[in-house]
């Protein structure tokens, strides 16, 4: 039978079938962080039971870890307890730790694909909706709960039910490829399919447009893939992929002989069905800023905001959700974009801060300075990729624009760490969840691509930034 | 776990699309090690005001609601982050049973963890259901929503039916399949990290 990359990698994993209900599936690679694991490793210890696979564990501090000086000891007692608790679980339970001085420490879904550790044709799982990030490497990996990590840590298995395939093509050539990036590709996607399109469903992205993408472009499509509501994003792994995990530091020894299987075997077959399917045409396609409350509430940078008439086409409860929406945002229908002040400028999380993401940026910043009314912040999403953009002399590019430029972690992303907005302050933010409060109580966060992220925090408001030179 | 098998109260109306986890259980309290005291954190933003003081608008405030177990709310409930804590928030505050048009995956799985029931109807019956003024009774064995007025069934995978009703211990069951998960390690491709 002619199948999905998505099914190729399920029937792969099965390790137990039954005719009705979940199987129960084999996991290659399990990331671990400190938030939602400690309730998962408190359950293994009042069962009396061991972590099954540590040596397919990985366990990093990303998401409460201050940014800025790690010389000084953690200052909020809560997340210094999580942090150490998490030291204590990876020591207890014998699993490899890159704790808040290693220089491997970052965003998981960052090193983990810097690490050589995320592969081809594997399932890969942690405590984290952006897990899907992976899929970028023809991987199928998705976030889970709490109670699933205590699962994979004892079992190295999950029971789950089939989720549907959905083809995405992304079709066409982007006129301007350092002014309209991945970052917008995925955007628009959501904008159109909507925050509940993928429920359900593993997303293969497919077409030109997909395999133009560099692998850490990539990376930012299959990240946002659960904005859409797919449990995970998928792409199938080429010469791109392949180049990119050589010579990594936990690359297999048995790499090439595995390349050579993935290259016959990882790829959706011609006649395969996808139950789901969306073309998205990217010729045309423009900047992408949202101004709402959810990802979907997104439009062009050349438009304004929109009325909740116009946005929810007659559906009742969408428009109720634009009123709230606009009215936590204080932001009025037929506001051009373009005049949308800021205050704050966010560039990091594991959408959008990687070094090409980093180099894009920088190029619209060098030689000159943010926004007299503008605080802005650059936040490596590892400290690998921290070194390698100050290698190539970004920090000072950044910093001589007066940005801070900090030290790894999730940062302002969700603000778990001392880095939030403000109540009332308006972020242009290259993370992936414009939701109320998300990046502070009471901020208001407009989701961007870098580059439009480094213009705004020059102009002291959004710009079309196709009209910058960028080459 | 704790096993579901019926519940009779008010049901609380929650008239929002879209509540993600992030509003369900904001990101500052999602730094305690353990999994119970969540319930005081629900809603947060929508409950509390600046002063910390209780919102009359929102309806978790209103005191006729108080011993509900039953939420109604909009479409695509528990979207975005992964974070489980959402779901021992509703469960420490009480709810058991979560009614929606529809459910983002991770938060639905979740749910089964730890003994509340997420019911799927169609938006005409979720819409009616939220405007219910007496009690509603929720029969998991014989999947059935009562009211005043009518008996509305639900679907329910049978295997997740069963974990809620027995309260079952997942891992435990799991490694009943030691045998197998050590047969396909051995023929894995994929090798391990170190």
């Given amino acids: ?471 | 776990m704790q096993s579901f098998t019926k519940v009779k109260t008010l049901i609380t109306p929650l008239d929002k699309v879209n509540v993600d986890t992030d509003q369900i259980v904001p990101k500052q309290f999602l730094k305690l090690v353990q999994k119970s005291g969540f319930g005081k954190f629900l809603f947060y933003n929508w409950r509390y005001d600046d002063n910390e003081q209780l919102k009359s608008d929102f309806v978790l405030n209103d005191l006729k609601y108080k011993n509900s177990k039953i939420l109604v709310a909009g479409d695509n409930f528990g979207c975005g982050s992964s974070r489980e804590h959402a779901v021992w928030a509703l469960q420490d505050y009480g709810f058991s049973v979560v009614i929606s048009t529809s459910f983002a995956d991770i938060f639905y799985s979740n749910c089964f963890k730890n003994g509340i029931l997420p019911i799927i109807l169609d938006s005409k019956t979720v819409e009616k259901l939220q405007q219910e003024t007496t009690e509603v009774e929720v029969d998991l064995k014989n999947q059935i929503i009562k009211t005043s007025s009518q008996t509305i069934p639900f679907d329910i995978d049978s295997h997740k039916k069963k974990i809620l009703l027995e309260g079952l211990d997942d891992i435990a069951h799991t490694l009943l399949y030691e045998k197998q998960i050590s047969e396909f390690e051995k023929q894995s491709k994929i090798p391990s990290v170190l």
């Fill in chain 1, 1 to 471: 039978m002619e199948k999905t990359l998505f099914e190729k990698i399920w029937d792969a994993h099965i390790v137990v079938e039954k005719k009705n209900g979940p199987s129960l599936i084999y996991i290659d690679r399990h990331l671990v962080h400190e938030v939602t694991s400690p309730q998962a490793f408190d359950g293994l210890r009042m069962n009396n039971r061991k972590v099954r696979r540590p040596d397919l564990t990985i366990a990093t501090m990303d998401h409460n870890v201050p940014t800025n000086n790690r010389t000084l000891p953690i200052l909020d007692q809560t997340s210094a307890i999580q942090i150490q608790t998490l030291e204590k679980n990876c020591n207890d339970f014998g699993i490899q730790l890159f704790d808040i001085n290693s220089p491997n420490q970052g965003i998981v879904h960052v090193i983990g694909p810097q690490l050589g550790i995320t592969l081809p044709g594997s399932t890969i799982v942690c405590g984290d909706s952006h897990t899907s990030t992976h899929g970028a490497f023809g991987a199928l990996a998705f976030g889970i709960g709490t109670s699933e990590v205590e699962h994979v840590l004892a079992s190295q298995t999950l029971w789950l039910e089939k989720p549907i395939p959905f083809e995405i093509r992304v079709e066409g050539k982007r006129k301007n490829p350092h002014a309209v990036t991945a970052k917008d590709i995925i955007l628009s996607i959501i904008k159109n399919i909507g925050t509940s399109g993928g429920n359900g469903t593993v997303i293969e992205y497919r077409g030109d447009g997909i395999s133009d993408l560099s692998m850490e472009q990539r990376m930012t499509i299959c990240n946002m893939s659960i904005e859409a509501g797919a449990r995970a994003g998928l792409i199938a792994p080429d010469e791109k992929t392949f180049e990119y995990l050589r010579g990594r530091k936990y690359t297999p020894k048995n790499y090439e002989s595995l390349v050579d299987y993935w290259r016959d075997n990882l790829k959706t077959d011609s006649d395969a069905k996808f139950e789901k399917k969306y073309t998205l045409h990217i010729d045309d396609i423009v900047p992408q800023v949202s101004w709402g409350t959810n990802p979907g509430m997104t439009c062009d940078v050349t438009e304004s905001i929109p009325s909740p008439e116009e946005y929810s086409k007659g559906d009742q409860n969408q428009k109720r959700g634009a009123e709230k929406a606009l009215e936590y945002m204080a932001l009025k229908p037929g506001t051009p974009i373009t005049e949308i002040k800021i205050d704050r400028v966010f560039i990091g999380s594991c959408t959008n801060a990687r070094l090409e993401d980093l180099i894009e940026a920088s190029k619209v910043v060098k030689g000159k300075k943010i926004s007299s009314y503008v605080r802005a912040m650059v936040v490596p999403g590892s400290q690998m990729v921290k070194k390698q953009a100050e290698e190539l002399g970004l920090d000072k590019i950044f910093t001589d624009a007066d940005f801070e430029w900090r030290d790894a972690g999730c940062s302002m992303c969700l603000g778990m760490n001392p880095d939030i907005l403000s109540p009332g302050e308006r972020c242009a933010s290259t993370s992936n969840r414009n939701f109320e409060g998300r990046q502070g109580t009471g901020g208001r966060t407009h989701l961007v691509s870098p580059v439009m992220a480094a213009a705004a925090a020059i102009a002291g408001h959004f710009v079309d930034v196709r009209e910058m030179d960028l080459n």
